[in-house]
Nanobody, 109 residues
């Protein structure tokens, strides 16, 4: 299974971005795919999966799935500078797949 995250970029504080995670290869349960992020100097953390959200993003980030496209989205609104990180997608329920390169989100103040 390959998970390709895309959609990152530079955005001003208060702006929005939508990240995409496209799954390919072997069949995958995209309902189990979550979004993680790793900020510089910090550990990777789970921010959204299976309808659950980290407190730091609750009410601002939203998951969506397109089963026909085998794609999971992360809609990020009201972005803050502290949301700056590399965002990754991976299985959040069972055994994780090989981590991809992620997509960089930079929020300027």
């Amino acid at each position: 299974v390959q998970l390709q995250a895309s959609g990152g970029g530079l955005v001003q504080a208060g702006g929005s971005l939508r990240l995409s995670c496209a799954a390919s290869g072997s069949p995958v349960n995209i309902d189990a795919i979550g979004w993680y992020r790793q900020a510089p100097g910090r550990q990777r953390e789970l921010v959204a999966a299976i309808g659950n959200y980290a407190d730091s993003v609750k009410g601002r980030f939203f998951l969506a799935r397109d089963n026909a496209k085998n794609t999971v989205y992360l809609q990020m609104n009201s972005l803050k500078p502290e949301d700056t990180a590399v965002y990754y997608c991976n299985d959040a329920l069972g055994t994780q797949f090989t981590w991809g390169q992620g997509t960089l989100v930079t929020v300027s103040s």
